[in-house]
């Protein structure tokens, strides 16, 4: 389109340019034949008065009586000395249009009468002939003496001199009006294509936006309307691949979360769904059998009652993670040293059950400003997931100390473990996380790290996990009491 926009700016230019030229060089032409015939007309006038002059001093010199007779006497020398004081061609007429002398007859004849046929009927009239740059005129004059028309004048007067002088001045104009309407033509096209380029290459741009190029830029080094229109282009075109960048990473995150929970429902499902049938399947035994076997009703009851406490495990884990913006207990100065010696001593019995054991190293005065109960859970679930992850045999080193600055109390979980790889590092604290590990618990669906981390954020701390050189480090800082942080309001 905008192709043809720069057409219809080039022959628009073009017909305008040329209507123009077209326009001056005929006015020209007419206001220069018009000041012609009115320098001609002042110069006729000007002949008939001398003639008449002439012709007056010429009756009132030989005494002649007003009559036409007398004119043909002196018109032979009559029309001789007009023709030498005019440099004219001059005949005398007959009031009745005879001619009664001529200094060149070849100058009237074969041309126009019109001038003589006016003059016979008493009025003065000339015609002009102009061919090129030639041009002549024919004058005649009735000759009245006393208020008696005694005969004609009539001159051919030679104009060639005037008429090729401005036939010159019309060629200089016509050319210097060529030049002049050919420059401004060629300025404007230079002008309409300094426009619609910019605008034909705005139209390319935007059919390859069109086409989802979106690393298309305009650069066009100018300060007009122009030049702000392209920044304002690339501004545009920026913002919307940043847009689509950031709804493509909502889109990936959405899906990720969307299989994430998906894996977590299966899981869970699967989990819930395991020990549900086991003891829904020995309750019905034992219902149909009673205690006729009581070797099979103790263990049934047994396995009932653990699979019931694991599914309450659980359940409990589950409302933690779906409801953790809940109200909490009130927050109060809690004794952590005190909390984490009373969790591993309880999780020692855990830890021997996998043939491990737990080293507890603590400073004093370990005072934070927090929930009691989170705590805890928080220190059992790191514990736990130490126990559950670590290689056989192994030590689980547990630290309580305060940092440099003595604002943060920190707690280490170490233990020897398979390394993990970044990219299980980056997931371990996501809410459907279960890892992949080459040991999982039964019953466990990856909820203890996420639960550990919501925690710490409502604490206002901070927990990062480092691994390598097969060892698992789990670093938890959280605010001294009377330092800035501390509980977060549900």
Known sequence: MLRTLRAKFVIGFFL??????????????????????????????ELKNNSN??????????HFTNNDLYFGQMAEEMVG????????????????????????????????????????????????????????????????IDGVKVGILRFAKDFSSLYEQTERILNILFYLALAIFLTAFLFSY??????????????????????????????????????????NFNDMIGRIDSQIAM???????????????????????????????SILGYAEIIRENGESDRVFFDKGMTHIVDESRRLHGMVLNLLEVSHRNAVMDEAALVDTGTL???????????????????????????????????????FINLLDNAIKYSS??????????????????RFTFRNP???????????????FHSGDRTFKEEGSVGLGLSIVKSIVDDHGGMIRLESNEGCTTVCVELPAAGKKGGINDA
């Open 16 to 45: 305008i340019f040329c209507l123009s030229f077209l326009v001056l060089n005929v006015t020209l032409k007419e206001y220069i034949r018009s000041s012609n015939r009115d320098m001609i007309t002042s110069d006729l006038v």
């Open 53 to 62: 002059v002439y012709v007056l001093q010429a009756f009132l010199i030989n």
């Open 81 to 144: 000395d007009l023709h030498r004081a005019t440099s004219s061609d001059v005949s005398a007429y007959t009031v009745d249009g005879i001619l009664l002398n001529s200094t060149d007859e070849t100058m009237f004849a074969g041309r126009s009468n019109e001038d003589l046929q006016l003059a016979l009927g008493g009025k003065t009239a000339y015609t002009i002939t102009y061919e090129g740059s030639t041009g002549s005129v024919l004058y005649s004059y009735p000759v009245v």
């Open 190 to 231: 230079m002008l309409s294509r300094h426009i619609t380029i910019p605008l034909v290459k705005m139209t390319d741009a935007s059919t390859e936006v069109i086409r989802g190029n979106l690393n298309i830029r305009l650069k066009f080094r100018r300060k007009d309307e122009i030049g702000r229109l392209a920044e």
């Open 247 to 277: 709804i493509a990473r909502d889109r990936d995150r959405l899906k990720a979360l969307n299989e994430q929970e998906k894996r977590f429902f299966d899981n869970v499902t699967h989990e819930l769904k395991t020990p549900l049938t």
């Open 340 to 378: 984490l010696r009373d969790v591993c001593d309880s999780m020692e019995i855990r830890a021997k059950r996998y043939k491990k054991r737990i080293v507890l190293e603590l400073e004093n005065g370990l005072v934070v400003f927090g929930q009691a109960d989170r705590l805890r859970q928080l």
């Open 392 to 409: 056989q045999m192994a030590e689980i080193l547990v630290i309580g100390d305060r940092t440099t600055k003595a604002e943060t109390i």
């Open 417 to 431: 473990s398979e390394t993990l790889s970044p990219e299980q590092i980056a997931s371990v604290f996501e809410p």
